[in-house]
């Protein structure tokens, strides 16, 4: 008994499993991040993509400009206009509840844009011939895009798109900087409470681990699209 | 009544003018061959007739349906509703050079989709058409095969089943065996001549001289955007009177 004791006050005090608790707290906020992001992100830049594809001028340039500036500012700065920008323009006064809300609204805006024009080369890549037999088929637009050309977009788009979602994990760690407590935040506080590098190398296994998941799980979707070129 | 009429039809890019007063009438059970040199408006022409471009003056016409006509008031032609094009779309087939299959269905899936899914017809009573069409095409037991694991040859033929389940009144061939090695030809010549010995009303536009003068009863000789001259095989091909003609039959070695 008194040996089983001895080992469960190791590991409650041990400073090593503390962190890795930590740490997985936190990661729930980070994974939070990524799959908000992504479940919003890409239908959004497939909504642009269609807009950026317009044939009425103005709307096709406003998504141009729009493309333009999410891709040529730092995710980091968008971060603080969405964050700071309601305060700042409006003189709305945000509460702290809106930190994580602001975080997934500038990540799937920023990551939308670049999906955006991940399916443009996507569909562009489509022979006109299969709009072409889809019509004189009697297929309608709608029907010829949802049937027809989305499955060979998609397949055609998971190799760019699974490398922007790797980005995207990495990039999670951004939301520190709004003082999202999301696992990056946690292992800078924790580092420095500790003065130890222990929970930036845990954290980073944290992120590898979970990148190998997301590869592994694009590569398998990847291969179950194999069936046909 | 003619299964296809177009008269005086015109079309133009931009300035430059593609068609130019074209008139054919395709019969039922007729088998009309378009020859002609590259950039004659050959392929324009069938693009027209299968709505995939819109002509600019003249009228065109599948059975009694309307599909484009000249109106008083209207300095081009004037097309039917989208329901009345749509009701026109399974009045007629087309056979692309490139095939142009869905690579991501099966090639059961390619010639069942558009009747079970645009026509609303009975899933069942389509399988067992499609079925009965792969098996006339030879292919019967490729129907779960996807495109990518045929041949040229083989993924005509189920382009042409694909085109022959909505049962068409008249079917369109542009170019069909252009994409094809020579070896492969035969056997789409094979099939176009299967489906004229039974009946059915097709136009091809080909390069294949011998097999125009073979398996049509009217050639038509396109250049420049016009016809030059139509009529029977031994007409045109045999005894040419257009030097237009003569002199395109000439560098074929004809």
């Known amino acids: ?229 | 009544m003619a299964v296809f009429e177009v008269k005086h039809l015109g079309k133009s890019f931009g300035s430059l003018q593609v068609l130019k007063d074209i008139s054919l009438t395709v019969e039922h059970g007729q088998v009309v061959s378009i020859i002609g040199p590259s950039g004659s408006g050959k392929s324009t022409f069938l693009r027209c007739a299968t709505l995939l471009e819109q002509v600019n003056h003249g009228t065109m016409k599948y059975m009694d349906q309307v599909v484009c006509e000249e109106r008083s008031g209207f300095d081009h032609a004037v097309y039917a509703s989208n329901s009345a094009l749509k009701k026109v779309r399974t009045l007629f087939g087309l056979v692309f050079q490139n095939f142009n299959l869905f690579p991501h269905y099966s090639v059961l899936k390619n010639i069942m989709d558009a009747p079970v899914c645009v026509q609303k017809r009975k899933s069942k009573e389509v399988r067992e058409q499609a079925m009965a069409l792969l098996e006339r095409m030879g292919l019967a037991s490729k129907a779960k095969s996807y495109p990518c694991e045929l041949s040229g040859g083989q993924q005509q033929r189920v382009s042409i089943a694909r085109a022959l389940i909505s049962k068409p009144q008249i079917l369109f061939f542009d170019e069909p065996t252009s994409a094809l090695d020579p070896e492969l030809t035969g056997e789409i010549l094979k099939v176009i001549r299967d489906l004229a010995a039974q009946k059915m009303t097709m136009v091809i536009v080909t390069h294949e001289i011998d097999f125009a003068e073979a398996v049509s009863d009217h050639v038509v000789f396109m250049a420049d955007g016009y016809i030059v001259e139509q009529g029977t095989p031994a007409e045109v091909i045999g005894a040419p009177k257009n030097p237009r003609t003569q002199a395109f039959l000439r560098k074929l070695n004809h």
């Open chain 1, 1 to 229: 008994m008194g040996y089983l004791q001895t080992l469960i006050d190791f590991y409650s005090n041990s400073t090593l499993l503390k962190t890795l608790r930590l740490l997985w707290e936190s990661f729930g906020v980070t994974v939070e991040i990524f799959f908000l992001t992504v479940i919003f992100s890409l239908p959004l830049g497939m909504g642009i993509c269609s807009l950026r594809m317009s044939k009425f001028k103005p709307i096709a340039w406003l998504m141009r400009i729009y493309i333009s500036i999410m891709r040529g500012t730092p995710l980091m700065l968008q971060l603080f206009v969405i964050y700071y920008g309601p305060y700042y323009i409006f003189g709305i006064y945000v509460s702290d509840s809106y930190r994580f809300p602001a975080v997934i609204i500038a990540f799937s805006l920023n990551y939308a844009a670049y999906f955006a024009e991940i399916y443009r080369a996507g569909i562009q890549s489509i022979p006109v011939g299969q709009y072409e037999a889809a019509d004189v088929l009697g297929y309608s637009r709608i029907q010829t895009f949802f049937k027809i050309i989305l499955p060979q977009v998609i397949k055609r788009t998971l190799p760019p798109v699974t490398n922007e979602v790797i980005t995207l994990t990495k990039d999670t760690s951004l939301a520190f900087a709004l003082g999202c407590a999301e696992m990056f935040t946690i292992a800078k506080r924790q580092a420095s409470g500790q003065t130890s590098m222990t929970p930036y190398i845990a954290a980073a296994v944290f992120y590898y681990i979970f990148n190998f998941v997301v590869a592994y799980s694009m590569g398998w979707l990847e291969k179950k699209l194999d069936y046909y070129r």
